[in-house]
T-cell receptor
Framework: KNEVEQSPQNLTAQEGEFITINCSYSVGISALHWLQQHPGGGIVSLFM???GKKKHGRLIATINIQEKHSSLHITASHPRDSAVYICAVITGNQFYFGTGTSLTVIP | DTGVSQNPRHKITKRGQNVTFRCDPISEHNRLYWYRQTLGQGPEFLTY????????KSRLLSDRFSAERPKGSFSTLEIQRTEQGDSAMYLC????????????FGSGTQLSVL
């Protein structure tokens, strides 16, 4: 059993659609990261959350510590948002990663 | 560029050969992590360093794998007697301290063992 589960695994959306990616985890955490991985393999950290909500441009991330759940929302999606989005949690000194959600935004 | 740098980007080797990868973290970062990622999976933790000390190693890391960070700056990951199952993307990340600090990733080294 994975410590971090993401859904959906794959997501195709039309440009402009509102997108939600979900992450559930089973361990106690000190923080949660949302990462973006492009086809070349490079990974960028989008958000780090320990409570509440953060917003950066068209991206919004929320976390509910009691429910052990986080969501990443993309408003007005664009083809350049196409990437794999990975949820990672920090417990102690360890990071646990989800398997990622592959997002394709069609023009 | 002051990001995390990994070399080489790609490595193709024959089974049984040894390979070494290098990671240069962001200069002021004292934490350095190595991860392995196979197609369709999220990164798997291999090991991490706090400065030059290797504080934790994953059970996934067999005796053929060794990592060093001799001066608390760059790190190397060596795989001895490579096997086809070692084929993966090897990712390095660094952070300033651990816990609730942002993690910065390198572009990875893609290893193919023939």
């Amino acid at each position: 059993k994975n410590e971090v589960e993401q859904s959906p695994q794959n997501l195709t959306a039309q440009e402009g659609e509102f997108i939600t990616i979900n992450c559930s985890y089973s361990v106690g955490i000190s923080a949660l990261h949302w990462l973006q991985q492009h086809p070349g393999g490079g990974i960028v950290s989008l958000f780090m959350l320990s409570s509440g909500k953060k917003k950066h441009g068209r991206l919004i991330a929320t976390i509910n510590i009691q429910e052990k759940h986080s969501s990443l929302h993309i408003t007005a999606s664009h083809p350049r948002d196409s990437a794999v989005y990975i949820c990672a949690v920090i417990t102690g000194n360890q990071f646990y990663f989800g398997t990622g959600t592959s997002l394709t935004v069609i023009p | 560029d002051t990001g995390v740098s990994q070399n080489p980007r790609h490595k193709i080797t024959k089974r049984g050969q040894n390979v070494t990868f290098r990671c240069d973290p962001i200069s002021e970062h004292n934490r350095l992590y190595w991860y392995r990622q196979t197609l369709g999976q999220g990164p798997e933790f291999l090991t991490y360093f706090q400065n030059e000390a290797q504080l934790e190693k994953s059970r996934l890391l067999s005796d053929r794998f060794s990592a060093e960070r001799p001066k608390g700056s760059f790190s190397t990951l060596e795989i001895q007697r490579t096997e086809q199952g070692d084929s993966a993307m090897y990712l390095c990340a660094s952070s300033l301290n651990g816990g609730q600090t942002k993690l910065f990733f390198g572009s990875g080294t893609q290893l193919s063992v023939l």
